[in-house]
């Protein structure tokens, strides 16, 4: 059994001699993102499992776990950890937890002590925590960042953002299923066998959409729902009682606002901070490096994607922050921030105003951007079709569900008169020539 060691705040390490003999757990959050996360932690030598339970007992280990007042994305992250624990499937004594801290202002930052909190309530606090993040905070001698880690968790979000793009755009018009998915294994399982250099990367994203492209599609009229929300609940589907296949099985063609804009949205915030605090220089310098180098990757993403008239581009990070001029301040930072608000309005603009603005229970900054925000843009944009759906522990799948087929009739409806409108329109033409 490996020594428990301790810094000088009391804090039990996780130790080189950990790294060699104890399993990793960590939570899934995006489907696609983590599964690569997963695979580079294995081949930097961590023995990582990604955990992917949707078990509902999570919900019940959260809520033994954390107090009630605690957001839920939080309660299930927790949760989904002891649950595991729980599960016999592990020598406890050769475990560690990983969980990421975004070093904001946001309870994400303090996730970390309310799992030690947990674990300490069950007598599990010989199980190390690891915080996984780039700020340096709370260092382990047993997990390091490398260089090459780095370059590959950047490639992690761009292919990971586009695999998510396209597949949600080919996915439902595929004509013969299992087509998407199956060309989604197999990038999963390839991309980061190649080289990641700028130039190779550039190449791959091309490589990528041309396959993607050439799956035979049949083009119908769909109902197009985008999804926003808290950063959890929005990709997760432990968290959002699996939307996007619900709105699959609801014949729906989905859009969700891809990773790289909330990392570009993380490095603005401190520039934001600068320019209008007048506090954290250094950061907004090191963070406007970071949000360079973010950029330069979306506008890469963003240049492939056009080269297919068929496919929809998402918008730059400067567009969507350009469109929220006028409903909210660059000051709104806590949570998604301005970001969210700007993402429904970017959904609105590229003719998505199906919207579906995923609340979770105790998140006061996201109700305030996403919620809060509903009523204004709609009366900017009478036509958007937004609705907000709760998720807390109490929330019954049905009743969410309910709520968004309710959504989604009134999208129907739409395009039903739309196509009629169009019909007549063509009859009317049609006896014109006649005549
Ligand atoms: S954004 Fe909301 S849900 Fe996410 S950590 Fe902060 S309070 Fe919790």
Known sequence: MAELIYDQNGRLLFTEEMRREY???IPQMLPIHF??????????????????????????????????????PALLVIGQMMNELNSGKYDLHKTALMITQTGGGCRASNYIHLLRKALKKRGLDYIPVISFNLAGMEKNPGFKFTPKMIFK????????????????QIRPYE????????LLEHWISTLLDRKMSIRHMRRT????????VQIPVHRTEKVKVGVVGEIYIKFAPLGNNNLEKFLAQQDCEVCVPGLLDFIIFMGDHHMVDVKKFHIKFMKGFVSLLMKKLFVNFQNKLIDTVKKYPQLRAPSDFETIKSLTNGYLSDGNMMGEGWLLTGE?????????????????????????VGKGMIRVIRKQHPTANIVAIDYDPGATKTNQENRIKLMLSVAREKIEQQETAQATAQKQQQMVNVK
């Open 23 to 25: 399993t990793i757990l």
């Open 35 to 72: 599964k690569f996360i997963e695979q580079i932690m294995q081949e930097a030598g961590y023995n990582i499992v990604l955990m992917t339970s949707t078990d509902p007992e999570i919900v019940n280990q959260g809520l033994q776990s954390v107090h009630n007042d605690t957001c839920y």
């Open 153 to 168: 968790l950047l490639g992690a979000v761009v292919y990971g953002d586009l695999l998510m793009l396209l597949s949600n």
């Open 175 to 182: 004509v013969h299923p299992g087509d998407t998915d199956a």
């Open 205 to 212: 994203l091309d490589e990528i959409t041309e396959s993607f």
């Open 344 to 368: 429904m309005l970017e959904l609105i603009h590229s003719g998505i105003d199906n919207i579906i603005c995923t609340q979770p229970f105790g998140c006061l900054p996201n109700h305030i």
